[in-house]
């Protein structure tokens, strides 16, 4: 699912990792989306969805992080994302459907 990568993960890179493989697609979205520093407004009109599914995703992905609230998501996950970018990859393909 995501790119070979240039370096050996650390130990905390490797858990995000294994967090976000467990997303779905549509949480995965989301999440890539929080990260770029979006509202929920517009991250739901940019997925067209309603901004009570981006909600109920912006929970699910908490839990799964598990972190309580949107900063500690963005500071857990973004280095992670980041990191493919800085390396001149594509971006991690997203967790097949379930």
């Known amino acids: 699912m995501f790119p070979p990568s240039a370096r050996p993960l650390t130990d905390g890179e ?3 990792r294994k967090k976000i493989e467990q ?5 995965f979205r989301v ?5 770029k520093g979006e509202p929920n407004k517009q991250i739901a ?3 067209e969805l309603a901004e009570a599914t981006v909600k ?3 929970a699910s992905i908490y ?6 609230n949107r900063s500690q998501a963005i500071l857990s996950a973004k280095p992670y994302l980041d990191s493919f970018e800085a390396e001149g ?3 991690p393909s997203e ?3 379930k």
Not at 31 to 35: D, E, G, Q, V
Not at 63 to 68: A, C, D, E, M, Q
């Open 31 to 35: 999440l890539c989306a929080l990260c």
């Open 23 to 27: 997303l779905s697609p549509a949480q």
């Open 95 to 97: 967790p097949d459907a």
């Open 45 to 47: 009109a940019t997925l």
């Open 56 to 58: 109920s995703h912006l």
């Open 89 to 91: 990859s594509a971006k």
């Open 14 to 16: 490797a858990f995000i």
């Open 63 to 68: 839990k799964v992080l598990g972190v309580l």
